[in-house]
């Protein structure tokens, strides 16, 4: 099995908790992806790694949010005082990034679906 | 700013028939387009890509697309679907060269009638 996986698959917080969702990228892969998905919608990016490098978080929502990935593998998203508006799919998804050619097609986990009560 | 527009929320086809899901993009440059596919409950499965040379692509599950620069265009198309391929569709962009965030479309729900 060495697909992106994410966990827990599915989660209900109370308003005012605080989440934390995992993905582990296929095994390699440089570049990691996280994307929002709310329902009916498109995944909308969030953020992105090179190795433990976060380059890019220009599509957090909110101050609530932030991710990690320490050793440049693992990487974890953390919400802190959820919020109604925070119910949706978390989408990861990982890269190789070998070349100017090819291999930057993002391979997804099967996300984490997030209710906020 | 990079866009992508799926103008057909919902397409309805009997089996066997033709299909074609049409997307629009926006985009400065050359872009890398991709479609997905994702079936209730999960994850986004890779159909094909368009990084340069051919227009034309091919894919997994028998689909096609084809890249039109002057129409600003990535239609999917499969020329007869199975009961199976019902599931929701999207049209992606991303910057070329480099791995990037990709935009998405809103998405188009194909069912499938027998």
């Known amino acids: 099995g060495a697909g992106v996986s994410q966990s827990p698959r599915y989660k209900v917080a109370k308003r005012g908790q605080d989440v934390a969702l995992r993905c582990d990228p296929i095994s390699g892969h440089v570049s990691l992806f996280w994307y929002q998905q709310a329902l009916g919608q498109g995944p909308e990016f969030l953020t992105y790694?090179?190795?433990?490098?976060?380059?890019?978080k220009s599509g957090l929502p909110s101050d609530r949010f932030f991710a990690e990935r320490p050793e440049g593998s693992v990487s974890t998203l953390k919400i802190q005082r959820t919020q109604q508006e925070d119910s949706a799919v978390y989408l990861c998804?990982?890269?190789?990034?070998?070349?100017?050619?090819?291999?930057?097609?993002?391979?997804f986990g099967p996300g984490t679906r997030l209710t906020v009560t | 700013a990079q866009s992508v527009t799926q103008p057909d929320i919902h397409i309805t086809v009997s089996e066997g028939a033709s299909l074609e899901l049409r997307c629009n993009y926006s985009y400065g440059a050359t872009p890398y387009l991709f479609w997905y596919v994702q079936s209730p409950g999960q994850g986004l499965q890779l159909l094909l890509k368009y990084f340069s040379g051919d227009t034309l692509v091919q894919g997994i599950k028998g689909f096609e697309a084809e890249f039109k620069r002057s129409q600003s265009s990535f239609n999917l198309r499969k020329p007869s679907v199975h009961w199976s391929d019902a599931a929701e569709y999207f049209c992606?962009?991303?910057?070329?060269?480099?791995?990037?965030?990709?935009?998405f479309g809103t998405g188009t729900r194909l069912q499938v009638t027998l």
């Open positions: 998804a990982s890269s190789s990034t070998w070349g100017r050619l090819g291999g930057y097609e993002q391979y």
């Open positions: 790694f090179q190795n433990e490098a976060q380059l890019d």
């Open positions: 992606a962009v991303g910057a070329s060269g480099t791995a990037s965030k990709l935009t």
